[in-house]
C-alpha cells in the first residue's frame, strides 16, 4: 500500500517526467518547436484566449510558457510551476518577447496565494499528472475571486463517444502513462456552473470554462473551497 508521501513524490516524477521532455524539446529544438506550438497544439492551446478576464491572472503548471507568451501582454500575470527548468525557460520566452510574469515555484495541490487572489485561473494539459485532483480543483477555485473564471483544458473521452477520439484518448493515455481521470465527475463536484467545449482530437480535447459564485465561501478551518456553501 502507498501513503500520502509516496503518492505525491510519484506524482512528482510524473511532472518531472513530462516537464523535462517539454523543457528538452525548447532546449534542443528552440524555434523549430516554437513553430511547432505555434501551428500544432498551440492552436488548441490559444483557444483559452477568449476566456481570460482580467486584470489578473494564474496560470497553473504553465510548462515552457508558449501559452503565457501568448497573452501576458494584456494582463497581470502570475505563474506557479513545480520545474524550476521550465520556470527558466519559460522566464527567457517572455524577456526574448519584452513580457513580464511573476514565475513561482511551488506545488498545485498547496498554492502559495491568498483567496480570492486572481479573476481567471489557467490549467492546461496537467489535470491527469496530479495525486489528488480534486485537491488541487479545490485550490484553483480556493484562489479564484467571487465570479472569476477557471479554465481547464485537458484529455478525456469524448461526449458522443466516437471510436476515433476514444482510441486518441487511449493511445495518448498508453504513451504518456495517464491515469483515467473523469474530468467531467469532477468540475460537477465543484459545484461552480461549467461548460465543455470540444477543442480538437475527434472530441477528446476538453476545455471546460466555469465561474466561481459571486457568494462563494471558503472553509477557513482548511482554506478549501466548499461548493455547499455557494449560493
Known amino acids: 500500500m502507498t501513503d ?3 503518492s505525491v513524490q510519484l ?5 518531472d517526467r513530462w516537464r523535462a521532455i517539454d523543457w528538452w524539446f525548447n532546449q534542443r529544438f528552440g524555434r523549430l518547436y516554437d513553430l511547432l506550438l505555434t501551428h500544432s497544439w498551440g492552436k488548441r492551446l490559444r483557444r483559452t484566449l477568449p476566456h481570460i478576464q482580467g486584470p489578473r491572472v494564474l ?3 504553465f510548462g515552457v510558457g508558449f501559452l503565457m507568451s501568448q497573452y501576458a501582454h494584456a494582463y497581470e ?3 506557479l510551476e513545480y520545474n524550476p527548468r521550465c520556470i ?9 518577447l519584452d513580457l513580464g510574469a511573476k514565475l513561482v515555484e511551488g506545488d498545485a495541490q498547496a498554492l502559495p496565494f491568498p483567496d480570492a487572489s486572481f479573476d481567471t485561473v489557467i490549467n492546461t494539459d496537467a489535470f491527469t499528472l496530479y495525486h489528488d485532483p480534486h ?12 465570479g472569476g473564471r477557471l479554465v ?7 461526449r458522443n463517444g466516437n471510436l476515433l477520439g476514444r482510441l486518441w484518448v487511449l493511445v495518448a493515455r498508453r504513451i504518456m502513462m495517464m491515469p483515467r481521470l473523469d474530468l467531467e465527475a469532477l468540475h460537477r463536484s465543484s459545484g461552480s456552473p461549467y461548460q465543455d467545449y470540444d477543442v480538437g482530437g475527434f472530441g477528446a480535447f476538453h476545455m471546460y470554462v466555469s465561474q466561481k459564485p459571486l457568494l462563494a465561501k ?5 482554506h478549501a473551497y466548499d461548493p455547499t456553501q455557494s449560493s
Open 88 to 96: 527558466e525557460a519559460t522566464r527567457r520566452r517572455l524577456e526574448r
Open 4 to 6: 500520502s508521501t509516496g
Open 152 to 158: 481547464v483544458m485537458e484529455y478525456d473521452y469524448p
Open 11 to 15: 506524482e512528482h516524477r510524473a511532472i
Open 218 to 222: 471558503v472553509d477557513r478551518s482548511t
Open 135 to 146: 485537491r488541487v480543483l479545490s485550490e484553483l477555485l480556493r484562489v479564484l475571486a467571487p
Open 77 to 79: 500575470v502570475t505563474g
Open 59 to 61: 496560470e497553473v503548471s
